[in-house]
């Protein structure tokens, strides 16, 4: 059977980020080894070294650890939220995977943003505009994706709001009335709205009684069956990482200490801090 | 032809959270399995059964040795696959059963069983009305098709979980306990079900401590004592 390794959809090389005046030894003395992610010499903080990864087509991967651990950090980089200080990636769908989108230019990244990718914040005051009527939230993602015709904005946007089963009647209230499921549904909506081949959860759950949180997660499963979109979603949560992807990446400090096939991730631990989080599982 | 090949497979758990103890689960594994064969794996609580057949999905990493699966594309050795690799296999040809139901919330007992197939892009109507024909066979009453089963019986979601197992038709099913909590007549539903696979090229390695489902079903058993083979015996073609 073949390898077939150059089927990725998303490939991240050696991403990083330091705040602050990083030196030489700065990687070497940060990192799970030490259980600090704060540099001994320079005090410049690593959230997050050495990210490697590939991301194929269709498939959800999971980044798991604790607060602090760098996992936003990771998907914040790639959508380009902040930037890194060193690193590179490759999205397929852009230039055919030859141009690394981190160094673009920023007109260039607005424009791969709003084609190619989608995010949904924990805190949905992130990733909606609260002045903005629910359905102008879904309009605004897709006229910057270059659709201008107002009835079609419209009818997609019903069409959105009706799969993530928000209100339609509701279309023209503002988020702000909204209760936090149904705000974070509305996220969802939007993140989808230009059919992005690539979309980045972080923490979508986290806060949200149960049975909207069971909600929100069917939603989220059966958007990645329906369109096949591939997903990095981060929490900290192991029952959403369990319920939701293929494969894991657990980190710690900055640093991916084990990644692995998710059942292997909660069955089979192999790293010390994997073992003491799956343990850890209610 | 062999469907798989285990040579000298070994499993440790290191448990880094307990000083670094060390458990054996498993040594020295060696057998061999034919295409469209039906293995009874047997032995005591304890004695390595649900290891290998993780071993072998993958869910644990085996310490070392091979295991080498005859897929569609060519072999493949399991140990050393990518986990790229092992997704593309589980979608596409090797299923595991697990003996407990692991539920999604707020899925119908329907949708639970479609599962594999709506992850192949089937039509969702046919895959639903596929569903419902194999919960019928299975016995489990209609009012029960469009709850969750999160609060069935551990018998209903046993045949949940069986129906979700074989619905697809994998070409290598690993399936742990499937008559465990079932009622005779139900039992025998389960074997025929097996058994049809098998009739249409399935290979199937099966854990089971009930004598009646291991005589009906398998052609060989293998035998685990303390994470060794004890004995692999042939029944008589």
Known sequence: MERNDDNWLLRVRNLTKIYGEANENTLALTGPM????????????????????????????????ESGSGKSTVVKLLYFDMEQTVGAAWLKPYNDGLINILSE????????????????????????????????????????????????????????LNKTEVPVQRMDDRPSSFSGGMQQRVQISKAIANNPPLLFLDEVTTGLDVSVQARVLDLIRELQQDLGIAMIVVSHDLSV???????TMVMKNGRIVESGLTDQILQDPQHEYSQLLVSSLL | MNILEVNDLGKNFNLHILNGKRIEALKNINFTMKEGEIIGLTGKSGSGKSSL????????????GEIIYNSVAGKIDLVAATDHQIIQLRKNEITYCSQF???????????????????????????????????????????LWDAFPVTFSGGEQQRINVARAIIARPRFLLIDEPTASLDQKTKDVVVDLILDLKQNGTSVLCISHDEYTLEKLVDRRLALYKGEIEQLEGIAE
């Open chain 1, 34 to 65: 030490f259980n600090s992610n704060i540099c001994p010499e320079t005090d410049s903080i690593v959230a997050c070294a050495g990210i490697d990864f590939d991301l194929y087509p269709g498939e959800v991967l999971g980044i798991v650890g």
């Open chain 1, 105 to 160: 230019s920023n007109q260039k990244k607005r424009f791969i943003r709003n084609h190619l990718m989608g995010m949904v914040y924990q805190n949905p005051r992130d990733g909606l505009n609260f002045r903005f009527s629910s359905g102008g939230n879904i309009a605004e993602k897709l006229i910057m994706a270059g659709n201008m015709h107002v009835g079609h904005i419209r009818e997609r946007a019903s069409d959105l």
């Open chain 1, 241 to 247: 990482i369990r319920m939701l992807t293929d494969r």
């Open chain 2, 53 to 64: 057949m993780k071993c072998i999905y993958r869910s644990y990493l085996a310490s070392h």
């Open chain 2, 101 to 143: 139901l692991s539920v999604i919330p707020r899925v119908t007992a329907v949708d639970v069983v479609c599962e594999n197939l709506f992850r192949s892009q089937k039509d969702k109507f046919e895959a639903r009305e596929m569903a419902k024909e194999m919960l019928e066979k299975l016995g489990l009453p209609t009012s």
